[in-house]
């Protein structure tokens, strides 16, 4: 009998070891809801106490993580809690609508502050606004940016906003060479992706999360990861036929779900023509009205939070998911119908599934998500075994 040949496996060296167990810690550092402790990094690494304590020194030295004491808990050793390194790096992250856009600056751990916002002209020149205020902003700690996009990006690299008129946007044309290493992504995607680090699908295995503005986007979640398709455009569920409707989306298909959810739905049911970039305060009014007793502003919000509750169903028949929060517009209809969207998501739910439908929550991330979740993505990029050879 003749010896099998086994694939050649690459081996792990010590120095490997130590990068990957530094990249487990300063990913542990900027995951946990609240600040880590030596012992409590060690347990999550599950690591003894004498390794945590020798990859904190490396990490301090190396000017990327901090241990300063925790409040005083009484009698024994004082506890210290691994945070920031003053001169740690930093990431910076741009959420652009379809009117206006946000720059943040965020630390390991999530800690963010809004830099600069504007107002733009509804054009790709708004990529131009975005440089100069990355350059007017930026320090030697900035080592990633990540930007969220009201639409979607094929590949990662090609923005399509039909409602804009832009279609294959370049963004490598668009950005420049000049700016720190760029991850780019759709709006809705990285919102369910904040939710997932840091919000209210934080450890849902399975979970969907759809964000209404303008109109409905989603992504799916697995294991806390947004999956992002063979094209990198997965997750434009706001872009398929789940409530029936007569009329022919921007996007170019006939019945889209975002045609009867969201500020423009709204608007149409007023007889307005949809007005990306100024519906939102046109929803607003409606929602008021609604909340104070004017029948017909009711009967829109009952009609949105139906179609987005039949959508719902059809959805949670196909992916079968745990959980599914909501943000934006969507926060606002579950709070003033929830009945409504869970009995209409019920209804559309196949019957042996009725007895146990999915949860539908708020999102706790808020209105932030989008600008969150490129944070996150900006992070991803600088916690790897790669940068951080680079960094030491």
């Known amino acids: 009998m003749g010896s099998a040949i086994l694939p050649h496996m690459p081996t792990m060296t010590s120095a490997d070891l130590r990068i990957h167990n530094q990249v487990r810690l300063l990913r542990a550092v900027h995951d946990a809801p609240e600040p880590l402790t030596r012992a409590s990094a060690a347990r999550r690494m599950a690591i003894g106490r004498n390794t945590a304590a020798a990859l904190v020194g490396e990490l301090e030295e190396a000017g990327l993580l901090h241990e300063v004491p925790a409040e005083s808990g009484g009698r024994g050793r004082p506890t210290t809690r691994l945070v920031p390194h003053p001169a740690g790096p930093i990431a910076f992250a741009a959420d652009v609508r379809e009117d206006s856009w946000t720059l943040a600056a965020i630390e390991l751990g999530g800690a963010m502050r809004v ?10 020149g708004v990529f131009a606004e975005i440089r100069e205020a990355v350059r007017r902003h930026a320090t030697g700690r900035l080592a990633a940016l990540g930007i969220a996009m009201a639409g979607p990006i094929r590949d990662g690299r090609r923005l399509h906003i039909s409602h804009l008129g832009w279609d294959e946007v370049d963004l490598d044309e ?116 609604a909340d104070d007793g004017d029948p017909e502003a009711a009967r829109a919000v009952d009609r949105n939070a139906a179609a987005l509750g039949r959508g719902l169903g059809a959805l949670a028949n196909a992916l079968d998911p745990e959980a599914i929060s909501l943000s934006g517009l969507g926060v606002d209809l579950l709070r003033r119908r929830r009945e409504r969207v869970e009995e209409a998501c019920r209804a559309g739910l196949m019957e042996f599934r009725r007895a146990e439908p999915p949860r539908i929550v708020e999102g706790t991330v808020g209105e932030i998500g989008p600008l969150r979740g490129a944070a996150e993505v900006a992070f991803d990029a600088i916690l790897t075994p790669e940068w951080l050879r680079r960094r030491l």
């Open 174 to 289: 668009q950005l420049g060479a000049d700016l720190p290493p760029t991850a780019a992504d759709n709006d809705a995607r990285l919102a369910g992706l904040a939710e997932a680090r840091r919000g209210a699908l934080r450890g849902v295995g399975t979970g969907l999360h759809f964000h209404i503005d303008f109109d409905i986007g989603g992504t799916l979640l697995l294991g806390g990861g947004a999956q992002r398709g063979a094209h990198n455009i997965a997750g434009e569920f706001g872009h398929m036929p789940l409530t029936g409707s007569p009329l022919r989306c921007m996007c170019g298909v006939q019945g889209c779900w975002s045609l009867d959810v969201g500020t423009n739905a709204l608007m149409r049911h007023f007889g307005e023509e949809p007005g990306y970039g100024a519906g939102r305060g046109f929803a607003r009014r409606v929602l008021e009205r």
């Open 115 to 124: 830099l600069d916002t504007g107002e733009h002209d509804r054009t790709p």
